[in-house]
């Protein structure tokens, strides 16, 4: 619940905006959670919060994310495997990454960039009411060298501290290594402190228990610990490799049972080609289901 000074704040920028208009159909980006996020990543200061806003309403403007698809996962199956597969106590959205299952370990800027806007964006729209931050589950398993790029690291962070601020509530990292902490200790210099103090690192097995079952709903642990384990195999068994498709049974690597039954089963395919606010899935996920429907 916002204090009365920072109401008073959030009509202040809200009068500030007036005229700064975004395209007709992203107008539910101009709310007042936008408002108090920008405000929040800006530590309230009206003037700094709104000179970043603006810049992100022209860059959602010219870059119209709300329409960004990732072109490299249609054409490659798997290229990215970072996806949606639940929601945290707090339903937040819980989206979940690893290096095992992605078809690419040579990230450039761009993929990454279309991968991530997408995922924001359509997290952005699962969101209830009162939320407006998601979880990140960072597994390093698999991370290779070549996974470490401080230069995409940074287009990565620039784009959300800008245009995304205060979207990430917890980064919770699991088998991080050595690789991972020489790549952390580059890359940690530009990011923002307060975006640092959201990321855990634990490494003893019943600190991380704790954390799960902190953040997680039992569903959704279970789930994770499930995934995390299968993952690490060597070879990776095909599901996991295959993610996002529907045919087998047992642990579905698309998402845990609520998630699935809720978001993918019940998928509005008719209501995505007219309109842009519809939640769409990880993009080789969506391929699978119209492909079932098809069927
Ligand atoms: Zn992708």
Request: hydrophobic residues 35%; negative net charge.
């Amino acid at each position: 619940m916002e204090t009365s000074d920072e109401l008073e704040k959030i009509k202040e920028l809200e009068n500030r905006l007036d005229g700064w208009e975004t395209e007709e159909d992203d107008a539910g980006f101009k709310s007042q959670q936008t408002y108090r996020r920008y405000l929040e990543a800006r530590d309230w200061n009206v003037e700094a919060a709104e000179k970043i806003l603006k810049a992100t309403i022209d860059w959602r403007r010219e870059t119209k994310p709300q329409h960004v698809v990732c072109t490299y996962c249609h054409a490659k199956p798997g290229y990215h495997a970072m996806r949606h597969v639940g929601f945290d106590r707090h339903d937040r959205p819980v989206l979940y990454s690893n290096f095992a299952q992605c078809h690419t370990q040579h990230n450039v800027v761009e993929d990454a960039i279309q991968h991530m806007i997408y995922l924001t964006e359509n997290a952005t729209r699962a969101m209830p009411a009162h939320v407006y931050q998601f979880v990140w589950v960072m597994d390093f398993t698999g991370m290779k060298v070549t996974s470490c790029n401080p230069r995409l690291a940074r287009a990565v962070e620039q784009i959300t501290s800008n245009h995304y601020p205060e979207r990430l509530g917890a980064c919770v990292c699991v088998n991080h290594g050595p690789l991972f902490h020489a790549f952390w200790k580059a890359v940690k210099h530009f990011i923002p402190p307060t975006t640092v103090r959201k990321v855990h690192m634990e490494r003893h097995h019943e600190k991380i228990e704790v954390l799960f079952s902190e953040l997680f709903p039992d569903e959704l642990k279970h789930w994770l610990y499930e995934e995390i384990r299968l993952n690490k195999l060597h070879p990776l068994p095909k599901q996991q490799k295959e993610f996002w498709t529907t045919t087998h049974t047992g642990h579905d690597t698309r998402g845990c049972k609520s998630y699935v039954e809720k978001y993918l089963n019940n998928l509005q395919l008719d209501e995505h080609k007219s309109k842009c606010n519809t939640y769409l899935p990880h993009p080789n996920i969506l391929d699978d289901i119209i492909e079932m429907k098809k069927q």
